[in-house]
């Protein structure tokens, strides 16, 4: 019996798709949905949050035939309805590569702008619950700093996760790092610390640990002589103060390419998600790894690869309302087109629960995950035809099934 369940995805392009409101939100949010936004050329977005109306805010942006990007933010409600979508002007191109909750109402959206020489400059704004800009603060001003993840700190303030080139006294080469910057309410810094090994290093998820006031950076490090690196890039679990020094860093991996892109805090460890092409079936595939926190050797309680003969990459993870987890991405491996959206639900010890695809002729994946008390999936992703890009937005049952 085949695991791999594919769904195919019909797909309406050229025109903006806007959803107004409409008596499906008046009544009962729809059991399962697929919706699409966005227009001609590329749409992407790549975090999603619940807004407190019961709906999702998500975060991204759009770029023309002239490859000018745009941030753009999309509110829809409970059945995928749009119900706005802003863009914000900038005479640079800028992206949206997360949105949170703020701390005291609406969104916070960290952003990166690159300018006509290539310099990037870190930025996270404030929008009010209608997506009009409240502030704007800017960091490392071409300074080829790139902003990867914003976290709500116990302390409530806000902690940015980059990556930046800046040469150092300890870096002298400009070698990317780790670059952790700790903000008030307001978006003045508190501190900022760059860390790093002896070749470049790039962190791609934060979250505070158990500690509070510590925090776990997971990303890639390349071949590390300081960390005993396996070769090419390995995945890397790296741990901070409560000043963004280093308390500790380890590597994971085989003699090829290995990533970590997301991390679960557990109680009894860290659940992290990425891919490897050391490990499995085919070029790539899915790598579940979980640690021990509270070991100084960040030992292995388990690593699990998912895929096939192809391509396979985890974007994303969550944690469901039964304790299980969801793990996104994409596969050339199974399904319809090119690639796939790939997702895979799998047990406390890793084990897998069931396997889906979803995706049509073009190029699909899902770049975050949520999941749902009622049990419900959201899943945010693209869908890709030619040279057009939309956002698409996902609502499965429990099983990942669509009706």
Known sequence: MNRYITYLLFIPLFFFISCSKDSDDLLEPEDTFVKYYGGSFINEAYEIVSTTDGG?????????????????????????????????????????????????????????????????????????????????????????????????????????????????????????????????INGAIIWAQQSGFDNDDYGYDLQEK???????????????????????????????????????AKIFGGASNDAAYEVEVLSDGYLITGETESNGSGS???????????????????????????????????????????????????????????????????????TKTYGGSGDENINDIIGLSDTKIIMLGTNTVGGNQMITLTKAKEDGELN
């Not at 790296?238 to 000043?243: D, R, T």
């Open 56 to 184: 999702f805010i998500f975060a991204g942006k759009t770029a023309n035939s002239i490859d000018k990007s745009l941030i753009l933010v999309i509110k829809v409600s409970a059945s995928g309805n749009e119900e706005w979508s802003k863009t914000y002007a900038n005479t640079n191109n800028e992206e949206a590569k997360d949105i949170i909750t703020s701390l005291d109402g609406g969104y916070i959206i960290g952003s990166d702008e690159i300018d006509i020489l290539g310099n990037q400059t870190i930025h996270i704004s404030k929008i009010n619950e209608s997506g009009s800009l409240i502030w704007k603060q800017s960091y490392f001003a071409n300074d080829s700093a790139s902003i990867e993840k914003v976290i709500v700190t116990s302390d409530n303030n806000y902690l940015i996760l980059a990556n930046s080139t800046k040469a150092t006294v300890n870096n002298p080469a400009g070698k990317s790092d780790i670059l952790l910057i700790k903000t008030d």
């Open 284 to 354: 790539s595939d899915f790598y579940l790894l979980k640690v021990e926190a509270q070991s100084q050797n960040l030992n292995i309680i388990f690593e699990k690869y998912f895929g096939g003969t192809g391509i396979d990459r985890a974007n994303c993870i969550t944690t469901t309302s039964s304790g299980d987890y969801l793990i996104g991405g994409s596969t050339d491996s199974y399904g319809e087109g090119a690639f796939d959206a790939f997702l895979i639900k799998v047990n406390g010890s890793g084990n897998e629960i069931y």
């Open 210 to 248: 158990l500690i509070l006031g510590e925090y776990v950076v997971v990303g890639t490090s390349t071949n590390s002589l300081l960390l005993g690196g396996f070769g090419g890039t390995d995945a890397l679990i790296f741990e901070s103060n409560n000043v963004g020094n280093k308390i500790n």
